[in-house]
């Protein structure tokens, strides 16, 4: 009869041991909080009325970077205008987003000025 092949010690490929405590890939881990930033952002957009969802993407554009609206000074009070709301209620949902997620994301009122973007 032969007998099994075994391989000399220390050549075994998929020793448990190994996958103990496996090295965290910091790569991942930001990809994976950039994704649940993402969600949580893309969730305060939808959340109210479907009349609302422009004006709520209008204001997380103006938080984050203010350069992808279409005018030269955006305010709060420029997408209430644009959305036909008033301005105290665009300027608490802005508030509202501020507050949600000033920890998660760089707004832009937070950035040095040399990361700023010209308009």
Request: proline share 8%.
């Amino acid at each position: 009869m032969s007998q099994p092949i075994r391989p000399p010690t220390g050549a075994y490929l998929d020793d448990p041991a190994n996958n103990i405590d496996p090295p965290l890939n910091d790569d991942a881990l930001a990809v994976a909080l950039t994704k649940l930033e993402v969600t949580r952002v893309y969730e305060w957009i939808n959340r109210g009325h479907a009349r609302q969802r422009g004006l709520r993407s209008d204001l997380v554009s103006l938080c984050i970077c203010p350069q992808l609206l279409p005018c030269k000074r955006a305010s709060a009070a420029w997408c209430a205008r644009e959305h036909g709301v008033t301005r105290e209620w665009a300027s608490r949902l802005r508030r509202d987003f501020i507050r949600q997620f000033t920890d998660y994301i760089q707004l832009e009122s937070r950035r040095p000025r040399a990361l700023r973007m010209s308009s």
